[in-house]
């Protein structure tokens, strides 16, 4: 069975304290691994796609990296305004079922 | 501006009384999906469909009904909404290639009494 499990569930960091979340993932037909940030109240709003293993995507602050078997989200020197909640999604394709599978996700808050 | 447009934004109804949330987008993206959010669970995807005509189940499909008989939009609809249907919604749209990420609505939330 397809499933992404996403730890730690909430993490809670000094401002300038770097730090890694994680993502791991059991597929059988990858087609996507993806990365999204949700504000309260908000939707989820898109980050990174990795495909590959061995991928690494950067955006300020932010780098993603895939593996086969997981995916991190690596902050560096996070702000306040990177508090947030970290969702990874997998995009999967088997016997013609193409879902989209949400991990619950890791609340980030960074403290001033 | 390029958006997903969900109505309404939130909704106190009764159990057994029938609602429809509409979702639009303006991308021309193929693939549509609805998802509910509800804590301690993360998203699940409802429905999802690739093109017109096209819809299939997701991960938690009982009680829901979905249709798409236009490119652009994706209606929810709930035919006898309980309690348990309570949560946040939300729409998404992507073009079909996999690599391509969802873009999300706003959100609905539905409460039912």
């Known amino acids: 069975e397809d499933q992404v499990t996403q730890s730690p569930e909430a993490l809670r960091l000094q401002e300038g304290e770097s730090s890694s979340l994680n993502c791991s993932y059991t597929?059988?037909?990858?087609?996507?691994l993806f990365w999204y940030r949700q504000d309260p109240g908000k939707g989820p709003e898109f980050l990174f796609t990795?495909?590959?293993a061995g991928e690494e995507k950067e955006k300020e602050r932010l780098k993603a990296t895939l593996t086969k078997k997981e995916s991190f989200l690596h902050i560096t020197a996070p702000k306040p305004e990177d508090s947030a909640t970290y969702l990874c999604?997998?995009?999967?394709?088997?016997?013609?079922?193409?879902?989209?599978?949400f991990g619950k996700g890791t609340r980030l808050h960074i403290l001033p | 501006e390029a958006q997903v447009t969900q109505n309404p934004r939130y909704l106190i109804t009764v159990t057994g009384k029938k609602l429809t949330v509409t979702c639009s987008q303006n991308m021309n993206h193929e693939y549509m999906s609805w998802y509910r959010q509800d804590p301690g669970l993360g998203l699940r995807q409802i429905y999802y469909?690739?093109?017109?005509?096209?819809?299939d189940k997701g991960d938690v499909p009982e009680g829901y009904k979905v249709s798409r008989k236009e490119k652009r939009n994706f209606p929810l609809i709930l035919e006898s909404p309980s309690p348990n249907q309570t949560s946040l919604y939300f729409c998404a749209s992507s073009l079909l290639d996999g690599d391509q990420p969802q873009h999300f609505g706003d959100g609905t939330r539905l409460s039912i009494l």
């Open positions: 990795l495909y590959s």
């Open positions: 469909s690739m093109n017109v005509e096209v819809t």
């Open positions: 597929v059988s037909g990858l087609r996507g």
């Open positions: 999604a997998l995009r999967t394709l088997m016997n013609r079922d193409d879902k989209i599978i």
